[in-house]
């Protein structure tokens, strides 16, 4: 009997084994075990090989785990009957659940989720050793598993989505911290995430605030112009905006009127110029930021689907729209939200709605509209006047001023009833 008992207590700790490993291995950090498999640890490499055939982990864990419950929970109810008789029964099924849950669930599950990535390096190789053992058997039962499951038109499950994850994973990360440092870095990740879903359309300067030379007009109005401007590179066209024949780059005039050579006519200064680069307005943020890398590129022009000038995009607007404003001594400031005591912002028409939502953490959506100006005409369908309020997407706008048919600055603020939502 007292060689039962020991073999017993030994068959529970093996089930402590199976079940801190399975907790162990699937708790495990991904990118942990990545970077230290790629300094050349060789337990991690096991633990991302054991893990990247999970079904054959997992079924070697139930396996070796339910034998040796239920080989223990045999052995302890001999034991049980052969001292107290047929009552042996209850009693082994008490003393039973009470160890396995305490002893070979509760406890080493807890320890291996305080210590995954220590605890699946060391079961690493045991657990891939019992993998290759058990295999014959769990491929079986794999077998008629995946049969049963056709039976009743269970079929495999949908892909795994890994930018929603990431996303996700970001968000639950994101909840957990409360540092400021923190959600500057969320932002960030959003940023080189959303960087194949936003179009440059939504980023450019538009044409209306875009610094250009008509280089028709005499030259020391275009040079004063190009000394003037905080911009090294500045769009030349001729007599038409529409025009466009070529970027000036104020490095080219500067070093032209060093050697004495300062241009003099309209055919000298687009000499000086570059050609212009004129992209689609539906190109991408990534596949942008791919093509300014291949072409060494910084500037782009961006034209609709006419080939009417839109505005220009650079590489810096890109790069903003993952780190935030780049801003150096040659930015003009412009102040476009404006937050109020009473808890409502006042933002200019032209302000983009991703700015909003980065700088206050909101969800407006900006698949239909680029500004806060845009999002009004979109959900109103209509012109508003100046003094009229709407309410949709949790927030009540009020237009505060209209310059001809542009909506020029706006009132917003977060409401708490939903239950009016204003698109007449």
């Known amino acids: ?73 045999a052995l302890a109810t001999s034991v049980m009957i052969e001292l107290f008789g047929e009552n042996g029964v209850v009693y082994a099924t008490i003393a039973m659940t009470a160890l396995v849950l305490v002893f070979s669930e509760i406890l080493p599950k807890t320890y291996a989720l305080q210590h995954a990535d220590t605890m699946a390096l060391r079961v690493a190789r045991p657990m891939s050793i019992l993998v290759v053992v058990f295999a014959p058997i769990t491929q079986s039962i794999q077998v008629i598993v995946q049969a049963t499951l056709r039976l009743f038109g269970s079929g495999e499950g949908p892909g795994m989505d890994s930018e929603r994850e990431l996303r996700g994973a970001i968000e639950l990360h994101a909840d957990d911290v409360v540092v400021g440092d923190h959600h500057a870095e969320r932002t960030m990740l959003h940023g080189v995430l959303d960087l194949e879903d936003v179009g440059v359309w939504e980023i450019m300067v538009h044409r209306r605030k875009v610094q250009m030379i008509d280089i028709t007009r005499p030259m020391d109005e275009i040079l004063d112009t190009v000394l003037a401007s905080p911009h090294t590179r500045i769009p030349i066209y001729e007599e038409d905006p529409d025009n466009i024949v070529g970027v000036l780059h104020a490095r ?10 300062k241009p003099a006519t309209a055919k000298e200064v687009r000499e000086l110029s570059s050609e212009a680069w004129f992209i689609p307005d539906s190109t991408t943020l990534a596949d942008q930021l791919k093509a300014f890398k291949e072409r060494h590129e910084h500037f782009a022009i961006v034209v609709d689907e006419y080939g009417a000038f839109e ?15 780049i801003a150096d001594e040659t930015d003009v400031e412009v102040i476009g939200v404006q937050p109020q005591t009473d808890g409502s912002v006042i933002v200019r028409g032209d302000v983009t ?21 845009g999002l009004l005409l979109y959900e109103t369908r209509r012109i508003p006047d100046v003094g009229q309020q709407f309410r949709f997407h949790g927030f009540e706008f009020e237009v505060l001023r209209r310059i001809r048919n542009q909506v020029t600055r706006i009132r917003m603020r977060e409401v708490t009833d939903l239950t009016t939502d204003d698109r007449e």
Request: hydrophobic share 50%.
């Open 353 to 373: 709605i991703r700015d909003l939502n980065r700088r206050f953490a909101w969800r407006l959506p900006d698949e239909e509209a680029a500004t806060v100006a």
């Open 311 to 325: 505005g220009v995009v650079s590489l810096e607007d890109i790069l903003e729209e993952i780190v935030g404003d």
């Open 252 to 261: 080219e005039v500067l070093k032209a009127v060093v050697r004495g050579a």
């Open 1 to 73: 009997m007292t060689i039962t008992i020991v073999v017993i207590f030994f068959l529970l700790m093996l089930s402590a084994f199976f079940s801190g490993s399975e907790t162990a291995l699937t708790a495990a950090s991904r990118p942990v075990m990545h970077h230290k498999e790629q300094d050349g640890d060789l337990r991690a490499a096991t633990v991302n090989r054991l893990r990247q055939y999970q079904e054959r982990l997992l079924g070697a864990i139930l396996l070796g785990n339910n034998m040796v419950n239920i080989l223990a929970s």
